[in-house]
């Protein structure tokens, strides 16, 4: 084995492997930065953090004169549903169940108490886009967990707050406050606890629990489960495109509010991080052929040395391990400096990332890091195969 390092060492390039080096350095570098900037970036964009998501549609049917006069129904019908659910750009549908009672809210805030009707829905929790820890509810508590329009928030805080000279209140102190929830229905009036558990960014409505609305709709409403709803949201498998659009149109259907822009921006983040992966792997790929390249000239040139180590008994297997070892070492060093760039430009942009939303908590670099030594490993395993099917060649009696 020393004849055969002695043999590596002593036709080795140093010039061609340290550009082997760095160009596996930049290639690695850019696939995990991309790989690791895009995981830090998307909680940014939505909560929970999903990576293949699509978008998110509110709809309900447009609202003509015979609804307004009470002669027509704009809920959805169950084959209206079911078609829905059946077009292709449709992952999931969930219907909105209103209240039927009469609720009332109220809070003291800088001396005052503020307090207006209100009214309450619940979707599936498969759509919501804020944590759900806390958000459970048993029939009869007196304490009802709630989620409230971020919009509504800064309505508060830049409009009315400004105006009445009341101070302004940030996410995490609203989050503490407790709300006066008076339900009145059913020949009933009880109180309640209103707990805000998360704001959403997705859905312009103040949520409650599924079992919540359904216990409280037989205590204090009508009691009447049988009716369809008069707003759905839909899943889609990506974003919107124009046939979408065109069948929500020819079905009168409305989105409420503008497109998505959080949707457009996580596309646009997926095409960015896809774009600098594949140059990423394509300095991968040049690294790979420069060491197969270097090592191909290195045998070339022991190739009579080597053949008289083959003559002499030694196996092709034997031969190869040197060289076979010297690119694993120098993919393990390429790995450790990339992992190395990753984490000292992390320390440059998390600070900022987390200024950008209270509450911001960072991907982990795990994921990052095996598909580091995957990428290391595949590499290795592809120039080692190489290896040993050039010195196979070298064997006396093949080609």
Not at 202 to 226: C, H, K, M, Y
Not at 289 to 297: D, G, R
Not at 363 to 369: D, E, I, N, Q, Y
């Amino acid at each position: 084995m020393r004849l055969l390092w002695k043999l590596l060492r002593c036709h080795l390039s140093v010039a061609q492997t340290l550009g082997f080096a760095l160009a596996g350095l930049v290639g690695m570098a850019i696939v995990l930065s991309a790989l690791q900037a895009y995981r830090d970036l998307l909680p940014l964009f939505d909560r929970p953090e999903t990576i293949l998501r699509g978008d998110y549609l509110v709809l309900s049917k447009k609202v003509g004169a015979l609804q307004s006069v009470g002669l027509a129904s704009g809920d959805f019908t169950a084959a209206e549903l079911d078609e829905l659910e059946a077009q292709p750009f449709v992952r999931a549908i969930g219907a909105f169940v209103p209240a039927d009672y009469r609720v009332k809210g109220s809070v003291g805030l800088g001396g005052m108490e503020l307090s207006t009707y209100l009214f309450f829905e619940s979707v599936p929790d498969r759509f919501l886009d804020v944590d759900t820890q806390g958000w459970d509810y048993a029939p009869g508590n007196r304490e009802i967990p709630i989620i409230i329009p971020r919009n509504y928030l800064n309505l508060y805080n830049y409009g009315f707050a400004k105006s009445q000279g009341l101070p302004q209140i940030s996410e995490g102190i609203f989050r503490r406050f407790s709300l006066d929830i008076g339900i009145t229905g059913n020949g009933r009036t009880e109180q309640f606890k209103g707990r805000i558990v998360g704001l959403s960014n997705r859905l312009n409505t103040i949520l409650v629990p599924e079992a919540f609305i359904r216990w409280s709709n037989v205590r204090f409403g009508s009691g009447d489960g049988q009716k369809q709803p008069a707003r759905v949201i839909v899943e889609t498998d990506g974003p919107v495109d124009a046939s979408a659009r065109e069948y929500l149109a020819s079905k009168g259907y409305e989105t409420e509010g503008a497109p998505p822009q959080s949707d457009k921006a996580a596309l646009l983040l997926r095409l960015a991080a896809s774009g600098a992966g594949a140059v990423g792997l394509l300095f991968s790929a040049m690294s790979f052929y420069v060491l197969l390249l270097s090592i191909f000239l290195l045998l070339q040139k022991n190739s009579d040395k080597l053949r008289s180590l083959l003559l002499l008994g030694y196996t092709p297997d034997r031969v190869a391990r040197p060289y076979q070892l010297l690119t694993l070492g120098l993919n393990a060093a390429v790995l450790l400096l990339a992992l190395t760039a990753v984490w000292l430009a992390r320390r440059g942009y998390l600070p900022a990332l987390a200024s950008m939303q209270e509450g911001y908590r960072p991907a982990g670099m795990a994921p990052t890091v095996l598909c580091g030594i995957a990428l290391a490993l595949l590499l290795t395993t592809w120039n080692g195969a190489a290896i040993r099917r050039k010195i196979g060649r070298l064997t006396p009696g093949r080609r």
